[in-house]
């Protein structure tokens, strides 16, 4: 049976959960926000199949294998406006559907919580565009309700982080033809629990509606990529940047990233899934013609399917091919986990007692150096000078 010991043991996945031939396993929020497995042994028959699909007990070992690479950016410019990087997933998800197929990934509900969920309209595939910074639950049916659509056929996509893909496919045990898997490179996932506490504090400073938020907006460009939060009052007009969002701030901190992300088991170069996507900042080292602050895409193809996928889609994206070391080159977040803040567990104790507003406020005040920062940012983008500016630091502190 299932038993967490040490939190960094359990990245979240739930195929433990789904797996359960008596349903004997439910997923509890812990005080950090994160939910983790608790067991009913009353019901538990001891069968050992939650133990054996769990991808933290059970890795894939990284073999070398042939791959293919890309810097892709969707010729679709209300797609590419909308999407995180180049908009590479709308592509494969497009695919998938014009060949009757299913599509899952990570929308924001309406609760302004991120869910694992379906579609199966290509009208809906706006609701995974953009990055949710925040671990997305794997709803109860999501892993069965997959198997089903397999079984009968349907094509399926099934998209997330590395450790939500390897639990998939230790729930699925075999490899299934009409199933595309799609991963993100992930430098972590943050805690519902504080993403909750950020839209109490928005919703003090901005309006009690929120109505949606983007994580990576294009306001002022791909390049600085901002926070967008959307009121009833605000027409969307709010836009700040990893200087200035408490929420950026605090996920580029690593203050309450899930603790199996300081120990991840999924970073790694060969991975189970057909494509890994992530973004590309430097996309002028590689094409002219991409670096125009729009969005790019890194694509990192690693089976035969995701190929013949990449062929059949091609025509949708403006790309360059590059060797695969090249696109991993300099991708830290790939291989290796980040460190966790050493305020981690003084953030979480304050974040247990404190309002949303006084929680932010100690942690990440808007100070004057903020201001100053957020000043010099927008200053940049207004001359016309961001990116310029931009390599000019990374260049000089190397620091992103
Ligand atoms: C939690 C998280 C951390 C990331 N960290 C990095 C990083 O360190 N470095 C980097 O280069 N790129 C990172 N990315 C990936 C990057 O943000 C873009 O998603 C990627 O470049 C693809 O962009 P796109 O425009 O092609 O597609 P997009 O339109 O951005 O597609 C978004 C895809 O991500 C999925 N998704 C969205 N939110 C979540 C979530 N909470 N959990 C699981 N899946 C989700 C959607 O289902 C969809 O498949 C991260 C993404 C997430 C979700």
Same mark, same amino acid.
């Given at each position: 049976m299932i038993e967490v010991n040490k939190k960094q043991d359990c990245c979240g996945c739930t195929a433990c959960a789904a797996i359960c031939p008596k349903d004997a396993i439910a997923m509890k929020e812990d005080n950090e926000g994160f939910l983790y497995p608790t067991v009913d042994k009353e019901t538990c028959i001891d069968c050992g199949a939650c133990e054996r699909v769990c991808?933290?007990?059970?890795?894939?070992?990284?073999?070398?294998?042939?791959?293919?690479?890309?810097?892709?950016?969707?010729?679709?410019?209300?797609?590419?406006? $909308? #999407?995180?990087?180049?908009?590479?997933?709308?592509?494969?998800?497009?695919?998938?559907?014009?060949?009757?197929?299913?599509?899952?990934?990570?929308?924001?509900?309406?609760?302004?919580?991120?869910?694992?969920?379906?579609?199966?309209k290509e009208n809906d595939l706006y609701r995974f565009r953009n990055s949710k910074y925040v671990q997305s639950s794997v709803g109860g049916g999501t892993h069965r309700q997959i198997k089903s659509f397999l079984e009968q056929g349907r094509f399926v996509c099934f998209s997330g982080t590395p450790c939500q893909i390897e639990g998939l496919k230790n729930f699925l045990k075999k490899d299934y033809d009409n199933l595309v898997t799609v991963d993100v490179v992930c430098r972590a996932v943050p805690s519902p629990l504080i993403f909750r506490k950020y839209v109490e504090y928005q919703k003090k400073v901005l309006s009690?509606?929120?109505?949606?938020?983007?994580?990576?907006?294009?306001?002022?460009?791909?390049?600085? +990529?901002?926070?967008?939060?959307i009121t009833d009052r605000n027409h969307g007009n709010y836009h700040q940047g990893v200087e200035s969002d408490p929420w950026l701030r605090a996920f580029f901190s690593n203050i309450c990233d899930r603790p199996s992300c300081h120990s991840c088991h999924f970073r790694k170069q060969y991975r189970v899934s057909d494509f890994t996507i992530w973004d590309c900042f430097n996309v002028?080292? =590689?094409?002219?013609?991409?670096?125009?602050?729009?969005?790019?895409?890194?694509?990192?193809?690693?089976?035969?399917?995701?190929?013949?996928?990449?062929?059949?889609?091609?025509?949708?994206? +403006?790309?360059?091919?590059?060797?695969?070391?090249?696109?991993?080159?300099? @991708?830290?977040?790939?291989? $290796? +986990?980040?460190?966790?803040?050493?305020?981690?567990? #003084?953030?979480?104790?304050?974040?247990?007692?404190? #309002?949303?507003?006084?929680?932010?406020?100690?942690? =990440?005040?808007?100070?004057?150096?903020?201001?100053?920062?957020?000043?010099?940012?927008?200053?940049?983008?207004?001359?016309?000078?961001? +990116?310029? @500016?931009?390599?000019?630091?990374?260049r000089l502190t190397h620091k992103y």
């Open positions: 991808p933290i007990i059970h890795t894939a070992k990284e073999k070398p294998f042939e791959q293919a690479a890309y810097i892709v950016q969707n010729k679709d410019q209300k797609i590419l406006r $909308e #999407s995180t990087a180049g908009g590479a997933f709308t592509a494969i998800a497009k695919y998938v559907l014009h060949n009757n197929g299913v599509v899952f990934g990570v929308e924001l509900g309406t609760d302004l919580m991120a869910h694992h969920v379906a579609v199966e009690d509606n929120i109505k949606t938020v983007r994580f990576r907006d294009k306001h002022y460009g791909y390049k600085y +990529s901002t926070m967008n939060v002028g080292r =590689f094409s002219k013609e991409l670096d125009n602050d729009k969005g790019a895409t890194r694509v990192l193809v690693h089976t035969k399917k995701g190929r013949e996928i990449f062929n059949a889609i091609k025509d949708d994206f +403006s790309y360059v091919e590059i060797a695969p070391e090249a696109a991993i080159a300099g @991708a830290k977040e790939m291989k $290796e +986990s980040v460190a966790s803040n050493g305020k981690r567990e #003084s953030f979480f104790k304050d974040a247990n007692r404190m #309002s949303g507003e006084e929680l932010f406020n100690k942690y =990440f005040p808007e100070t004057f150096k903020v201001k100053v920062e957020h000043c010099i940012r927008l200053t940049c983008y207004k001359l016309g000078i961001y +990116s310029a @500016a931009k390599k000019l630091y990374v």
